[in-house]
């Protein structure tokens, strides 16, 4: 696309007026102002034809993948062929997905001479998770005599990738990331004997007698005692939620934000969970589902099981389905042989869904240690817990958040004589309740 810049503009003002008055006003000159006018028609079309070497030989090259993280600013590469290797002047925009801002989404530059490609970067802050497309890209350069801009879109494509920004949640445990103990400088000891079978030994007294391994002392013909060590590696799974409730606004300190999904938080926390395991040798899975199991990613360790679990998270977004753990534990059951830690982030403030959660624990209880985690919604709270009341529609408002936390708190007792550990969350305190957890649980061997 070709476009006129100021001077043409300029010219044209300047010149094509005045001389037509002048024409009008003194017709022995008409020839001449009508000859000066077309002679600038004949430049400027011109110019026009040759405008289009002003972009020719440019292309414009973009790496395949770019990684980004929400909410925090980042630079998207460009790099430029001038195939002619002259110094030229132009101005070069990008197509950004709407969910990622630039702060200069248009820039002008100065291609050097003898160089052949050039690098230009873009600063951006990704507003969205997930996985969007940016390009093409659009170059614009200016005619000969700089009386038209030419404009050519080119073709480039590369997948932007916008992951959770956790540095504000690793930030807050900090600690625990050192390599300094399972609990940043502090070590601690771990109870239990372990449940890993380490060594045979001769009896000493003191044994327990359900330590002793009867075959090796019928054949040896003298008491051998099995000796266990503490388990250091452990199996923890993180099963998220993306069904119809998870798609409920976070809220800050108890009021409604208006921010983004409670799912959001949730798949922030499972990553931050999943760094923990991994600092702490353990093996870290991840389970998403819906009305059917989205996501399984078996528990493994390393940075690259890690950026696997984080690709599977990054592009979940929350449906509007209700939630079926009968199929989800039944895929557990047959999936999962070994005995884990399953922690679920999940909301369970629908009687339906927890009737429902409640009745399918039953196939996986027994075999799993399950902790089940639920961040707090606006008002669930005990009656008079919030000093600000000052209208008879807030006493009732906190009537109804009081029921709903009533039910809760059954819902807790319910899963708790079942095995079950249930805990109610703020918001903003998800992640290190979830750390916490998995530290005192991997503390005390109750795996």
């Known amino acids: 696309m070709i476009v006129p810049r100021n001077r043409l503009l300029i010219w044209v003002s300047a010149l094509a007026p005045p001389l037509a008055l002048l024409a009008a006003a003194v017709p022995s000159l008409s020839v001449v102002c009508v000859v000066v006018i077309m002679a600038l028609g004949v430049v400027s079309i011109a110019d026009a034809l040759r405008a289009s070497s002003a972009v020719a030989g440019i292309d ?7 990684r980004l993280s929400k909410d925090r600013e980042g630079k998207l590469e460009v790099q430029i062929q001038n195939q002619s290797q002259k110094r030229r002047g132009m101005r070069i925009g990008v197509g950004l997905p709407d969910e990622v801002l630039a702060t200069d989404p248009e820039q002008d530059v100065i291609l050097p001479s003898d160089a052949e490609w050039s690098r230009l970067t873009w600063d951006c802050v990704p507003r969205m998770r997930g996985k969007f497309r940016a390009g093409p890209v659009y170059v614009e350069g200016i005619s000969p005599m700089g009386m038209w801009s030419i404009r050519k879109p080119i073709p480039a494509e ?20 050192l390599r300094r103990g399972i609990q940043g400088f502090h070590l601690q000891r771990q109870v239990g004997k372990g449940r890993d079978f380490e060594k045979l030994r001769e009896y000493v007294p003191g044994d327990s007698y359900e330590d002793i391994h009867w075959k090796a002392t019928a054949r040896r013909a003298k008491p051998i005692t099995k000796v266990f060590q503490i388990e ?10 993306a069904s119809r409730l998870s798609a ?18 949730m798949v922030t926390a499972a990553l931050v969970l999943g760094l923990a395991a991994q600092q702490q040798g353990d093996l870290f899975g991840l389970i ?35 939630p079926d753990f009968a199929e989800l534990y039944t895929f557990i059951r047959m999936r999962l042989r070994r005995r884990a830690l399953i922690i679920f982030l999940t909301s369970l403030d629908d009687p339906a869904l927890a009737e429902n959660f409640v009745r399918s624990v039953e196939l996986i209880r027994r075999q799993h240690l399950l902790v089940v985690n639920m961040i707090r919604q606006p008002g669930i709270e005990p009656l008079f817990s919030s000093p ?18 009533q039910k809760l708190r059954q819902l807790e007792k319910t899963l708790q ?20 957890q998995y530290l005192n649980i991997k503390q005390k061997q109750l795996l």
């Open 232 to 241: 250091r590696t452990q199996e923890i799974y993180v099963v998220v939620d």
């Open 158 to 177: 590369t997948e932007i990738r916008v992951y959770p920004d956790l540095m504000t949640e690793r930030k807050s445990l900090a600690s625990l990331f």
């Open 60 to 66: 414009v090259r973009f790496p395949s993948v770019v």
């Open 417 to 436: 004589r079942r095995g079950v550990k249930f805990s109610l969350i703020d918001n903003e305190r998800l992640s290190a309740e979830l750390v916490s």
């Open 288 to 322: 998403t589902f819906t009305d059917k199991v989205e996501k399984f990613v078996r528990a493994k360790n390393g940075k690259a099981h890690y950026n696997t679990c984080r690709d599977a998270l990054y592009t979940l977004q929350p449906q509007i389905v209700t």
């Open 388 to 405: 600000n009341v000052e209208s008879i529609d807030d006493v009732y408002r906190g009537l109804g958040g009081h029921l709903r936390w």
């Open 248 to 265: 409920r606004r976070q809220a800050t300190s108890g009021v409604e934000s208006g921010g983004p999904p409670i799912l959001e938080r």
